[in-house]
């Protein structure tokens, strides 16, 4: 029988030699395995045993395949990679990147291989204050872990982006309007002609307000900055920031806006009340502008336009689940759903009811 792991074996095997500084013998692939969160790349763990000069080893990896026909217009986890690398030197907690391939022969997509970081991500639906991990630890334990989640957001817009990501911004000015400008060509392309007059007029709203914006100094931007997007270690404390797909040279109220955006959606948006420890709103932006010395202004535009990303996000979703015959082709899940309604509120527009297939989605 074939080994369907032999081309990405093939491909570590001198990888690891030159990671380990050493031969690497008898190389086995084993334990694969997906994470349960995490839709635009495909991505799988598993970990790679060999005989080294210094006897057995272990070395638990993750792999991250680019996806096609997935959430994004333009995948490319090469990309990813390479924000990954530029941050190894800095006070951001990120894996250890081995290697990445760009050519898509070897496995079938471009990917990348980095290390394996063991801890917990507090991930669960509807939210994180109802099920999951979070729930199960104590309040002072919450405030650490929000507290260190806070200090890894802050030292992302402290990187010298200038000296590590500036192939970033290699063909456009780091500012709002490419950011926009690349969010209305996603949109557009997500929608492919349809109408969702919810998004529609959020970007609308987006398009005609960005003129007017404080986007103050440009910072690298995470993209998808969230707890949810962190992995813990037991004491608390962040150990890895994962999901860079999205980042870019830009406004850092893009990533607090993020960040405020999934804060909603798992408490008032869920109608799930906000566990003890967890600050709130207000709390949120008050420290993160002591800590990193920003005043974000216009926060209530970020907030809108990461509300506007995330409901695209769920449109992209919804098509896929109408591919996989997991919906009904005229399925409402793009139209009514959490963010829509989050959406609708913010822009006083009538608020839909959440679709059934929504709801399935969210209940996983």
Known sequence: MSDPHAPLRRWLVPVLAS?????????????????????????????????GSGGERIRPLVLRLEA??????????????RVLEGLEPTRVPVPHVLGREPDPSVLGAPFFVMDRIAGRVPTARPSIHAAGWLPTLTATERATLWS?????????????????????????????????????????????GRAFPI???????????????????????????????????????????IDWEVATIGAPGIDLGHWLFFDAFATTAA???????????????ERYER??????????????????????????????????????????MGHDNAVTQMLARRLGLPVPALSPDY??????
């Open 19 to 51: 990671e380990e500084g050493g031969d690497v013998g008898g190389l086995a692939l084993s334990g694969f395995e997906r994470p349960p969160a995490g839709r635009s790349s495909d991505t799988v763990m598993f970990t790679a045993t060999w005989k």
């Open 68 to 81: 096609s026909g997935g959430i994004f217009l333009r995948p490319d986890v090469v990309r990813e990679a």
């Open 148 to 192: 260190s989640a806070m200090d890894a957001l802050v030292a992302v817009h402290d990187v010298d982006w200038r000296s590590s990501h500036a192939f970033l911004v290699e063909d456009e000015a780091p500012g709002l309007d490419a950011h926009v400008d690349r969010l209305t060509e996603w949109y557009r392309w997500t929608a492919a």
């Open 199 to 241: 998004t529609d007029a959020a970007l609308a709203a987006v398009v005609a307000r960005r003129a007017g914006v404080d986007v103050g100094s440009p910072t690298l931007v995470w993209g998808d900055a969230r707890p949810g997007n962190m992995i813990f270690s037991d004491d608390g404390r962040v150990a890895a920031a």
């Open 271 to 285: 109608g799930v009340p906000r566990l003890a420890g967890w600050p709130d709103r207000d709390t949120t932006i």
């Open 291 to 332: 800590a990193s010395g920003r005043k974000v202004a216009d926060v209530e535009f970020f907030e809108l336009l990461e509300e506007l990303f995330i409901a695209t996000t769920l449109i992209r979703q919804a098509d896929g689940r109408v591919a996989r015959g997991l919906a009904p082709p005229d399925t409402r």
């Open 359 to 364: 709801l399935a989605h969210r209940a996983g």
